[in-house]
């Protein structure tokens, strides 16, 4: 049985101070079709999952806005 679609889902918890965190969380599913390549596919779905924790850190971190402003 070939795989119609896969999934990826990445959780990241970042330390922020005593008993607080920040914790970022990214997922992603595709639809595979008839002759994709599972192992090109696998690395160009992750990437797409660090811009998106990425962003989501950046957009939530207390550090990051203050630099970015």
Excluded: C, W
Excluded at 23 to 34: F, M, N, Q
Excluded at 42 to 58: D, F, G
């Amino acid at each position: 049985m070939k795989p119609k679609e896969m999934t990826i889902f990445v959780s990241r918890t970042f330390q922020l101070q005593r008993f607080e965190s920040l914790k970022v969380e990214a997922g992603l599913t595709v639809s595979i079709d008839e002759g994709d390549d599972l192992a090109e596919l696998r690395p160009q779905m992750l990437a797409e999952i660090r811009k998106s924790l990425s962003a989501a850190y950046r957009a939530n971190h207390p550090s990051a806005r203050n630099r970015s402003s």
